[in-house]
């Protein structure tokens, strides 16, 4: 079955510190890895994507890294601010245009 | 700015009274997208259009419908909203071409509330 699960479901981090958020899929076949941010109330805006060749990809403070033998993402986020309370979703594609498998995402709050 | 977007942000609707809620994109993309987002929850896609070709999932309520008038458009209809479709209601493009790597450009979204 093709899903997509993130950990953990929640976080709280203090301002300036760095967390790492977790992705795993068993989506067949797999095209790409997207991860997003979405704050409240908004639509969910995309920060990187890796296909299956590529181990790491850097967006400003976010750097995510895809191990496509284990089937596992992960979002590092540096130095967070408190811009950076959002959700983050995992999002994996199977290659056509329409198959794109959610995750539940994370909720991150960062607190002064 | 190339974008993609909804109106209203907020709808407020009765119980049983249709509501339409309505998307706009500027990406001339093929493929447009509807999903319905609860609280604390993965968005769920109700159906997408590619070009004009509908394509319902096949867990997607008959009360829901759209319409894609042109490239630019498309719009949600609920027929007779219940209490459970309250919900944030998101549309999103992507093109066909492949080296787009699929992705999906959202809009802001349409919080819908039902009475």
């Known amino acids: 079955k093709n899903q997509v699960e993130q950990s953990p479901q929640s976080l709280i981090i203090l301002e300036g510190k760095n967390c790492t958020l977790q992705?795993?899929?068993?989506?067949?076949?797999?095209?790409?890895l997207r991860w997003y941010k979405q704050d409240t109330g908004r639509g969910p805006v995309s920060l990187t994507i890796?296909?299956?060749?590529?181990n790491t990809k850097s967006n400003g403070r976010y750097t995510a890294t895809l191990d496509a033998d284990t089937k596992q993402s992960s979002l590092h986020i540096t130095a967070s601010q408190l811009s950076d309370s959002a959700s983050y979703i995992c999002?994996?594609?199977?290659?056509?245009?329409?198959?794109?498998?959610f995750g539940p995402g994370t909720s991150l709050s960062v607190i002064p | 700015d190339a974008m993609v977007i909804q109106n209203p942000r907020y709808q407020v609707t009765q119980f049983g009274k249709p509501v339409t809620l309505s998307c706009s994109q500027t990406?001339?993309?093929?493929?447009m997208y509807w999903y319905q987002q609860k609280s604390s929850q993965a968005p769920k896609l109700l159906f997408h259009?590619?070009?004009?070709?509908?394509?319902n999932e096949a867990d997607t309520p008959d009360n829901f419908q759209s319409r894609r008038p042109n490239t630019s458009f498309c719009f949600l209809d609920i027929r007779s909203p219940g209490l459970g479709d309250a919900a944030m209601y998101l549309c999103?493009?992507?093109?066909?071409?492949?080296?787009?790597?699929?992705?999906?450009?959202f809009g802001p979204g349409t919080r819908l509330t039902v009475l």
């Open positions: 999103a493009t992507s093109s066909n071409y492949r080296d787009s790597y699929n992705e999906q450009f």
């Open positions: 992705c795993n899929y068993t989506v067949s076949p797999f095209s790409n």
């Open positions: 890796m296909t299956f060749s590529e």
């Open positions: 999002v994996v594609s199977k290659g056509s245009y329409d198959k794109v498998i």
């Open positions: 990406l001339n993309h093929n493929v």
């Open positions: 259009y590619y070009d004009k070709d509908f394509n």
